[in-house]
């Protein structure tokens, strides 16, 4: 886990958010809505949808330390923005996310990074993320598997996840490891690996906590489809390895 405080500037956040909002639209397939059906969750796949999110996902400050750490050159597998909206955003079970790549799409290895900009202030308030430090060196752990309802993939994305993990685990790793719950301003960015074991708590607060999440995948580990392969906007068909942009993120209309 990494954490790299104001990586992106709030004149910079600002225009993310601004450019999420022609893609928040009622009948698109790629949003994902709480269970009480009023309140968006998450927006999947923004990066093949919009040329700033396209941008971002190129900029040397992601592509660069992804690059390192997964000792490869990296594609999008999957980008999301998890929006955790004021009083209604539910929380997210213990979970690993390599098992679903794994298991879903037929990700040979766990050589995949997850980015996580923050695009609001993450406190101890507003249903931040809680991580167990250093689980990822566990491997993929037994899960316990939901049994899936309606379309098979909206399971991957809702509160009732298909593959979690049970309590007996979850307490033997906190009482090894411990718990963190990493905060920061917006603009913080937090890389984790896939097998490192994560939750996050409903958000209660009259604070937003939108999260956009980049997953690179390591351009020798492209998944292996299966039979039933997950839509394209949570596994980017497109395993071209990005290259650094040197367009600024911010890029304002001539006049
Ligand atoms: C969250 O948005 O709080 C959790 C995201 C994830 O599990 O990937
Ligand atoms: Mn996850």
Request: glycine share 6%; hydrophobic share 40%.
């Amino acid at each position: 886990m990494l954490l790299l405080p104001e990586l992106f500037s709030n004149e910079e956040v600002a225009y993310l958010k601004e450019a999420m909002t022609p893609l928040k639209k009622a009948d698109s397939p790629e949003l994902v809505w709480e269970k009480n059906t009023q309140t968006l969750r998450a927006l999947h796949g923004c990066h093949l949808r919009s040329p700033v999110f396209r941008r971002l996902v190129r900029q040397k400050r992601l592509l660069e330390p992804s690059r390192q750490m997964l000792n490869d050159e990296g594609y999008v597998y999957q980008f999301k923005i998890n929006l955790k909206q004021p009083f209604n955003g539910e929380l997210w079970p213990w979970h690993q996310d390599f098992i679903f790549w794994h298991k879903k799409d037929g990700m040979p290895l766990p050589n995949a990074l997850n980015a996580v900009l923050f695009l609001d202030d993450c406190t101890e308030f507003n249903g931040s993320m809680w991580f167990i430090p250093n689980s990822h060196h566990e491997g993929l752990l037994e899960p316990m598997v939901k049994k899936e309802t309606g379309e098979g993939w909206k399971n991957d994305v809702g509160v009732d996840l298909t593959y979690q993990l049970d309590e007996p685990t979850i307490a033997r790793l906190v009482e090894k490891w411990g718990i963190a719950a990493p905060k920061g301003k917006s603009g913080t960015v937090l890389f984790f690996h896939p097998n490192l074991v994560h939750a996050s708590l409903p958000n209660i607060s009259p604070l937003g906590r939108s999260l956009l999440i980049v997953t690179y995948n390591s351009a020798q580990n492209i998944p292996v489809p299966k039979e039933q392969q997950r839509p394209w906007f949570l596994v980017n068909p497109d395993t071209t390895p990005e290259v650094c942009t040197e367009e600024p993120l911010l890029l304002t209309l001539a006049v």
